[in-house]
């Protein structure tokens, strides 16, 4: 990797662009705004000058009463420190953009998210379609005064809850078709169903050098779907690829099957209200979404938690990340063919692991334990113990374990050294994070790179392997795995005793106008949430930067060229999960 | 032979228990199938991972019978919706309960999948499985603990061992109608409220509808 020069500096943009860029004064924000016919200039200026390499997520904003919409981008510097903030603003009405997909691919997936949802065009887009609702859906559902067909109110609780708590089903209010808008020429009769038409001709497009040339055998190319019901697709996620014999010559993954709208819902919701939905997102990690949600209200609140609530919260962090990399590397291995051995052996962890966050929480799955400002519980000593015995006792004895059967075993050697290779470059620029990232070479982790909570004072390496192919981002969730290790260890010998909570628990908490962005490094990647707030008691917006999603950007670019058999591995090799995908 | 075979008014005598049994069809027969409930392997959404821990080895679905879970659903007697219906996936949900064999049941695993749950309210989620399948088992929770999918489990278990063969309706003559699959059009469209869609088309006229 070459050494990015630095030759300006990033609070001088604005003078660099004059009348083109300027620095964003609204109260709260920070960052730039661009005009949108710099946007490219701007930004490869920030790619190519700066060094902010890493276009962590895109997002849009809808500011129905300024009529406008507001396209949002994060970057950041792969040698770690704060990112930076640029936006672009276009009116409310056909909005367009200039695409930034040639100079960061990893904008592909979170462009086509903001045409779905926002209606935002993005010209020079290779492939701008719906994403996550389907090709003829009515409408662009995320638009401010855009109603779904159960809409009560724009902000909650709503007031036939509280405070006059006559509930009524809103089924019965709203019957059949008043909330659901039709376009006016619509006919049931008439209406032809959307075929995936424009997903296969896109499939059909990049061919490379045309049909069985250069091959000595002439083969016919074929179209097939995996999914959205598949055991291999670990849940609803279809992968449609287009092949030539067995080889796979173009893929492209199709999500949207488990759109919960949690966007939608979490800008009707108070800001606490929206701490078990964040649960739902990667249901693996529920303690870890917890946090990051956590992380970026407190940023706009300005507060932080007490210590003691710092490593509980550092704890449940940790302790999550080895039940995903458990559970990662059980569910690869039931993809290369040991089918369910190795996964009854993770679950088996899993569930002591389980029984911790039961006793803290309450529940075993959706843990709902953070709260802003601290924890909802405080740990008790026998399950202080519980940890303790795993961390120092239980779990790495299992590790070894798992690694001595599983790491030199000859066919998951056989299947995944070599396979599905994404290099550094292409991993930086696909915008792929957490284990798929620094499994290409690229020692990037939010923890180190721009340190919250407790992190900073914590003994711990950042894993990194060169290969970028499946066994090595199967080695790194072993390595990550020691080192979440390691840092529970220091955790249980330096938990300090005190307050869990900053302030006395509240059911609705003030929230200060501004933006902010809360960044995690989940099992999975990073986990950034975007809020904006008005000074009401709701988020006005609520975006989760998800990393399955984004990973799954650059799932093509590996499948090309390997066989459909280990396009599956794959995909378990990214280790998704659909609730954090299609949110 | 288990004695609970034994129909309660002819009693077997002592040294023939275990052995022998007076019992009908019916009995004999949903004792067997019932025992040996396929159920589909396919997971939704977070249900679907206390699903699979439900097959692990702390809670073992496998005491039941109920360890071969079968991808394909032609192979499966019992559907579990184990997690959100959303809109877009409620066409594929349709046409594969279509696609299991007679006869099937259908388990609503979680809030969600029996009414919506947490999310019921948005735009792209269809409250309750119920609307658009016949569901025989709902298991609350959210999601439902691996206990309480066992139980659910057990609840089906005894739904099956009451039913007579002959009311099952795919133990009759003449074949069974498939359900209508929805259409994915400007929303989700249930082609039973097909007649009532014009009315909802602004700038249409009710009164033709």
């Known amino acids: 990797m070459t050494e990015p020069r630095i030759d300006l500096q990033v609070d001088s943009l604005d003078v660099r662009f004059p009348g083109k860029v300027r620095q964003d004064s609204r109260a709260g924000y920070a960052g730039y705004i661009v005009q949108p016919e710099t946007l490219v200039e701007f930004s490869s200026a920030l790619r190519d000058q700066l060094g902010f390499r890493y276009l962590s997520s895109v997002t849009a904003v809808d500011y129905l009463a300024e009529d406008l919409m507001e396209v949002v981008y994060h970057a950041y510097r792969l040698e770690g420190g704060p990112g930076i903030v640029f936006k672009s603003q276009v009116p409310r009405q056909d909005p367009r953009l200039p695409s930034l997909v040639p100079l960061f691919p990893g904008a592909e997936f979170q462009e086509r998210e903001a045409w779905d949802l926002f209606g935002i065009r993005f010209e020079g887009h290779p492939d701008l379609r719906r994403i996550l609702m389907w090709e003829g859906f009515h409408g662009h559902p995320m638009r401010k005064d855009w109603h779904e067909a159960y809409y009560e109110e724009e902000v909650k609780p709503f007031k036939n809850r509280w405070p006059e708590g006559q509930v009524y089903r809103i089924e019965d209010k709203v019957p059949f078709g008043h909330n659901v808008s039709y376009p006016s020429e619509f006919s049931p009769e008439g209406w032809v169903p959307e075929e995936d038409v424009a997903l296969y001709a896109g499939l059909g497009k990049i061919q490379g050098d045309g049909n069985g040339k250069g091959s000595e055998l002439e083969t016919e190319k074929i179209i097939i779907n995996l999914g959205p019901q598949h055991p291999s697709t670990h849940g609803v996620f279809r992968m449609v690829a287009r092949l030539d014999g067995e080889t796979v010559v173009d893929l492209r993954p199709v999500m949207g099957y488990l759109h919960r709208n949690h966007e939608k819902i979490g800008e009707r919701n108070t800001f606490l209200m929206n701490m078990p939905f964040t649960d739902r997102l990667d249901y693996f990690c529920s303690m870890g979404n917890n946090f990051g949600y956590a992380l970026a209200v407190e940023k706009l609140m300005g507060i932080r938690p007490p210590e003691r609530a710092e490593y509980i919260r550092v704890m449940m962090a940790e302790l999550t990340r080895i039940i995903n990399h458990m559970l990662a590397i059980g569910f690869l291995l039931n993809d290369l063919g040991a089918y369910f051995t190795p996964v009854m052996y993770c679950f088996n962890e899993r569930e002591l692991i389980l029984d911790v966050f039961e006793a803290v929480s309450g529940s075993r799955m959706m843990c709902n334990y953070f709260r802003f400002g601290g924890v909802a519980r405080d740990l008790t000593d026998a399950t202080f113990s519980m940890v303790r015995e795993l961390v120092t006792e239980r779990l790495p004895r299992k590790l070894d374990e798992l690694e001595r059967f599983l790491v030199m075993n000859e066919i998951v050697r056989e299947r995944s050294i070599g396979v599905g290779v994404l290099t550094a470059e292409q991993a930086i620029g696909f915008s792929?994070?957490?284990?798929?990232?620094?499994?290409?070479?690229?020692?990037?982790?939010?923890?180190?790179?721009?340190?919250?909570?407790?992190?900073?004072?914590?003994?711990?390496?950042?894993?990194?392997?060169?290969?970028?192919?499946?066994?090595?981002?199967?080695?790194?969730?072993?390595?990550?795995?020691?080192?979440?290790?390691?840092?529970?260890?220091?955790?249980?010998?330096?938990?300090?005793?005190?307050?869990i909570m900053t302030g006395k628990p509240q059911y609705q908490v003030r929230v200060p106008a501004g933006e902010s962005y809360g960044r995690v490094e989940n099992p999975k990647g990073e986990l950034g949430f975007y809020l904006v707030a008005n000074g009401k008691a709701n988020p006005y917006r609520y975006h989760v930067r998800s990393p399955s999603f984004i990973n799954l950007t650059s799932l093509a670019q590996m499948c090309r060229g390997q066989k459909i058999a280990d396009a599956v591995v794959i995909l378990g090799s990214i280790d998704i999960v659909l609730g954090e995908v299609d949110r | 032979m288990p004695d609970d075979l034994n129909l309660p008014e002819f009693p077997i005598p002592e040294d023939l228990r275990g052995q022998v049994t007076i019992t009908t069809l019916d009995r004999i027969y949903n004792w067997g199938r019932r025992a040996s409930v396929w159920p589909m392997f396919w997971g939704l959404a977070c249900c679907a991972i206390e699903m699979i821990a439900t097959a692990t080895s702390r809670y073992d679905m496998a005491r039941f019978g109920m360890e071969v879970m079968r991808p394909s659903p032609r192979q499966t007697d019992l559907m579990i919706i184990s997690g959100t219906v959303t809109k877009k996936l409620i066409p594929q949900i349709v046409r594969l309960y279509n696609q299991v064999p007679e006869p099937k049941y259908v388990m609503?695993?979680?809030?969600?999948?029996?009414?919506?749950?947490?999310?019921?309210?948005?735009?792209?989620?269809?409250?309750?499985?119920?609307?658009?399948?016949?569901?025989?088992?709902?298991?609350?929770?959210?999601?439902?603990?691996?206990?309480?999918?066992?139980?659910?489990?057990?609840?089906?278990?005894?739904?099956?061992?009451?039913?007579?063969?002959?009311?099952?309706?795919?133990?009759r003559k003449g074949t069974l109608e498939p359900l209508p699959i929805p259409v994915l059009g400007p929303d989700l469209i249930n082609l039973r409220d097909l007649p009532r869609i014009p009315s909802a088309v602004p700038g249409s006229d009710p009164e033709t509808a």
């Open chain 1, 432 to 499: 792929a994070a957490g284990p798929v990232l620094r499994a290409s070479g690229v020692p990037y982790d939010v923890r180190r790179a721009e340190p919250y909570s407790i992190y900073d004072r914590l003994e711990f390496d950042v894993c990194v392997r060169q290969h970028g192919d499946i066994y090595d981002r199967y080695l790194i969730r072993f390595d990550e795995m020691r080192q979440s290790l390691r840092i529970l260890q220091q955790v249980v010998r330096d938990m300090p005793s005190g307050e």
């Open chain 2, 108 to 171: 609503a695993m979680g809030a969600c999948a029996s009414g919506g749950g947490p999310f019921k309210e948005g735009y792209n989620v269809v409250s309750g499985v119920d609307q658009f399948l016949p569901v025989d088992v709902y298991v609350p929770g959210c999601p439902p603990t691996p206990q309480a999918l066992i139980h659910g489990f057990l609840t089906l278990h005894k739904k099956i061992a009451a039913q007579p063969i002959k009311a099952i309706p795919g133990y």
